[in-house]
């Protein structure tokens, strides 16, 4: 019994470590126990590794590890993983919803037929995990949305939106780090910047970390900038 | 302070390392050399740890100017026509330039891509671990972006001693004649037909290529059912191929995940050499395995050895008349194998 693990090749100096094939917060929960109890081998050799939805990228010097080794590794460490999400730190990550902070919000209000209000009702209530940070440097994928916001991509994607963007698409939501191009439906904005190169802390949040927003005015959200810019204002977290 | 003044830094000219590692995890891409190897090289000639921070310059190789009292440069990588205040200087070895010189390096014959090294390394502060610059996030180099007319480059030394080097170019690495791969990760998403095409056929460098990826032309590539599959890790030289069927290579500024299936993977040891290939070249691949590619990553740091131990003294320019420099120069430089077929 190994878990439902698949090791695939990904070239000489990475390894891939599947767990599945779809979006499901079990198998999100096993990749990060997979993560963990490898970091606790301490294998030499391993340069880093990156956690998606359903699975574990090794990347490695191989004239430092034998890939077999780490194959052989990982089997015995899947027989053994945890399906229940990891603790986690909780983020309280404040949002100007609406306006031209979230310019598709009464869009998205009409596509399914509620007040914008509700919109904001729905997002807020959400329980959210980072499931996985790519495409930018902070960008996290959010687990958790409520279904009556999962809705199709925009046809045209916008080639520019701000860092900060609170956003929905498909079944995820999202808190974006940078300016990027993005197809996702914009419903509001935070002043924090999840990636600031120069900041003692340049990531703040990390794969299995919960989400909470809470409401801000556009009044908050200037200041809170301001604060952000000149004091290097965080948001507040809770340990697991 | 000693600096190295960018007069023109020919059409890109990034700053780059052996990249940016243990950051992926927050999306952060590797970015760094597109060839290691040619960094290693211009590195290994003026003294600095072959992934020390250099110059890489694109298709052609700008103007520098030094004000420090000396410095040592290298340049390797791409086979180059070089001056120093207009006279002609060699390739594969180091050159002293003394306050004021400048170094001017014409189009790159043989590669895309060249590094240009100082001894003694930049003066920069590393961000997240390295100096490499990432275009798409802005991040390292100066301020994130392509270096620019103008701008300073600190120095680490204000004076440099000893000798200029060369090494024996007869050591110099080649291009193999097809690139090596190893099947996966999801090779299993695509036709029989499909993985026998990608070793099999002629595929053609297009004009869309970057840092963060070569596009291909040439014969298609069929998926077995869809063509997403629910993002995950990139290692560098995958091969994915999106929906039209038509295979991209990713290099340094790949993104650190994607949701596009990856038929193959370039082997380490070949994918410096692929970067070297220009928009409208034919390429191949060929399959190997991971004791292939180990035989391979041997084979490269054996030379890169041979080549380290081959150092020593350089002939002094002055004692050389243009004509010698043009036969040593210019005439290896389409000689020496480093072209890529």
Not at chain 1, 119 to 146: E, K, N, S, T, W
Not at chain 1, 148 to 174: D, N
Not at chain 2, 112 to 136: F, W
Request: aromatic share 6%.
């Amino acid at each position: 019994m190994n878990g439902g693990l698949r090791l695939l090749a990904a070239g000489d100096t990475a390894l891939t470590a599947e767990l599945g094939d779809t979006v499901d917060p079990r198998i999100n929960a096993r990749v990060l126990s997979l993560d963990r109890a490898l970091a606790a081998e301490a294998l030499p050799g391993i340069v880093e590794t990156v956690p998606t939805y359903r699975s574990l990228q090794i990347h490695f010097d191989p004239d430092r590890l034998d890939v077999e080794a780490l194959g052989r590794t990982l089997e015995a460490l899947a027989a053994k993983l945890d399906d229940e999400p990891p603790p986690g730190r909780t983020w309280r990550v404040p949002v100007a919803y609406g306006g031209e902070h979230g310019i598709d919000l009464e869009a998205t209000a009409a596509r399914i037929g509620v007040s914008t209000e509700e919109v904001i009702a729905i997002h807020l209530a959400g329980d959210y995990r980072v499931y996985m940070i790519g495409f930018q440097p902070g960008f996290a994928y959010l687990g958790g949305l409520d279904s009556r916001l999962h809705l199709p991509r925009r046809e045209v994607p916008r080639l520019k939106t701000p860092a900060g963007t609170i956003s929905v698409g498909g079944i995820q939501a999202a808190v974006a780090s940078i300016e990027a191009p993005s197809g996702w439906h914009l419903l509001g904005r935070t002043p924090v910047r999840a990636f600031d190169p120069v900041r003692a802390e340049p990531l703040l949040f990390g794969v299995g970390d919960r989400i909470r927003f809470e409401r801000i005015s556009a009044d908050d959200y200037v200041s809170l900038a301001t604060r952000v810019a000149d004091e290097g204002w965080l948001p507040p977290r809770e340990a697991p | 302070m000693s600096v190295l003044r960018c007069i023109d830094p020919g059409p890109l000219a990034t700053l780059q390392d052996g990249g940016r590692v243990a950051w992926q995890r927050f999306g952060v891409s590797v970015a760094g050399a597109m060839d290691p190897i040619g960094l290693a090289l211009a590195n290994l000639l003026v003294g600095n740890p072959r992934d020390g921070a250099a110059i890489e310059v694109t298709l052609a190789g700008g103007v520098w100017e030094v004000e420090a009292e000396s410095v040592r440069l290298a340049f390797a990588g791409a086979n180059i026509a070089a001056t120093i205040d207009g006279r002609l200087a060699a390739s594969h070895r180091s050159h002293m330039l003394k306050r004021g010189q400048r170094l001017a390096i014409g189009p790159l014959a043989g590669a895309v891509r060249g590094y240009l090294a100082v001894a003694g390394g930049l003066a920069l502060p590393a961000m997240l671990g390295s100096i490499s610059t990432h275009l798409r996030s802005r991040l390292g180099g100066i301020d994130g972006g392509p270096l620019r007319a103008g701008q300073e480059l600190p120095l680490v030394l204000d004076t440099v001693g000893g000798p200029d080097l060369a090494f024996d170019p007869s050591l110099l690495p080649t291009a193999p004649p097809r690139f090596r791969a190893i099947l996966g990760p999801q090779d299993d998403m695509f036709t029989r037909e499909g993985v026998e095409t990608l070793f099999a056929a002629d595929y053609t460098v297009t004009a869309e290529a970057d840092r963060m990826g070569m596009r291909l032309a040439g014969p298609k590539l069929a998926h077995v059912g869809g063509y997403n599959i629910i993002s995950d890790g990139i290692a560098p030289g995958s091969i994915q191929v999106p929906g039209a069927g038509l295979p991209i290579v990713l290099f340094a500024d790949r993104q650190t995940t994607g949701g596009y299936p990856k038929i193959a993977t370039v082997v380490s040891a070949d994918l410096g050499f692929l970067a070297r290939c220009r928009p409208g070249d034919t390429i191949r691949f060929e399959q190997t395995d991971l004791a292939g590619a180990s035989r391979l990553r041997q084979a490269l740091q054996d030379r890169l050895a041979r080549l380290a131990a081959s150092l020593s003294p350089a002939r002094s320019v002055a004692s050389l008349d243009s004509a010698t420099l043009l036969a040593h120069n210019l005439v290896d430089g389409v000689t020496d194998g480093l072209d890529v077929p």
